[in-house]
């Protein structure tokens, strides 16, 4: 920020040696520090969601269609009017696609140039984390005994139990 507090778009940089001090310089001078609305949104209920399972890459249940076009009518109404260059970001997964897919991504011009509104953009590292060889097994609620479980190595089954002695304290 200059001493008049407009922003400075000049850096000047002194003595930045190493790898560690050249990263931390590059990080500060790409940090945006204007205020930025973000919007978060779980997907609709996915066809594991319906059954219990946890992980997979299901699909959308009617349930979760019902959410996917009410979640579009609210992003029509409250987002792209006010933010036409607003950005849509999912994960890779199915559930995740099918639920902003109602979404529209009209092209517009913006300060004289073309932009595609909400133009979808899926990231793996927006994935949710691999449950390994838990991958498509019924998941455990607190009213589940844990000692039924089957395929659970018993590391795990401690870890769960130990678990579900905490959540009922």
Known sequence: MAADGAASTQVVLNKIFGYLPGRIASFVMNLHTSPKTIYLSRHGQSEYNLTQKIGGDSGLTDH?????????????????????TARLWTSTLRRTIETSALIKHDEVRVDGKSWIMMRPRQWHALDEIHAGIFDGQFQPTPLWPVARASNVPAPFTRILRTSLETLSL
């Open 64 to 84: 979760g269609r019902e959410y996917a076009a009410a979640l579009a009518d609210w992003v029509h109404t409250n987002v792209l009017d006010k933010s036409p």
